[in-house]
């Protein structure tokens, strides 16, 4: 092996590859993500979510337990908990920009966008109402949909809370108020029933 070749083996066994696919894997708020690294269009088949089919009739793939798992259909899954499978990266959200496209026939799903996706943005789509309520409920989702409703709602508590302080703080200041003139009446009408003996007495 010449020198120059070797040289442009080393480069490139040290540069990272650089890669065609429209998405890399990134850090996002639930850990890991699938992040858009080019715009990628509605309509885009985006990654194909694979892994060892599960047949759930054989008791050996039935008792397999993982969050990576897709269902298919009744007798159908996807192990997506294979370290290839990019596609098991992509979290989930109420308002996703993705979906799944399910082909029982094929054993296949791909996820594709539902709208336009701009880079950096982190790729995502609807986990379904069963995985939700399993997984998701219990910890409380924590999409980018629902993390902005908890924010408004936490904000909405706190101007509510501020309102009934408000409301104390000036009922309070009334209270103390009528208070300090009901001192100030009575103080008066003392001093003037002293005044008043003071003038009988002379």
């Known amino acids: 092996m010449g020198f120059s070749r070797l040289v442009r083996v080393l480069i490139l ?5 650089i890669s065609n696919k429209p998405y890399r894997v990134g850090r996002s708020k639930t850990g890991l993500g699938l992040f858009a690294t080019k715009p990628i269009k509605k309509g885009t088949r985006i990654i194909r979510y694979f892994g060892p089919i599960l047949d759930s009739r054989i008791p050996a793939h039935d008792e397999i337990e993982n969050k990576y798992l897709f269902e298919l259909n009744g007798r159908w899954t996807i192990d997506g908990s294979v370290r290839k499978n990019l596609a098991r990266y992509i979290n989930h959200s109420c308002r996703p920009n993705a979906e799944s496209d399910v082909r029982p026939r094929e054993r296949k799903v791909f996820i594709r966008a539902i709208k336009n996706i701009e880079p950096g943005d982190e790729i995502n789509y609807d986990y379904g109402t069963d995985y939700f309520k399993a997984y998701l409920k219990p910890i409380g989702c924590k999409c980018d949909s629902c993390e902005k409703k908890r924010k408004k709602l936490r904000a909405e508590a706190r101007a509510e809370r501020a309102k009934v ?7 309070a200041e009334k ?28």
């Not at 009901?182 to 003392?190: F, Q």
């Open 13 to 17: 066994s040290i540069m990272p590859a």
């Open 165 to 171: 302080k408000a409301r104390s703080e000036r009922k």
């Open 175 to 202: 209270a103390g108020a009528k208070g300090l003139e009901n001192k100030a009446a009575k103080k008066k009408k003392l001093n003037g029933h002293a005044v008043g003996k003071a003038g009988a007495r002379a």
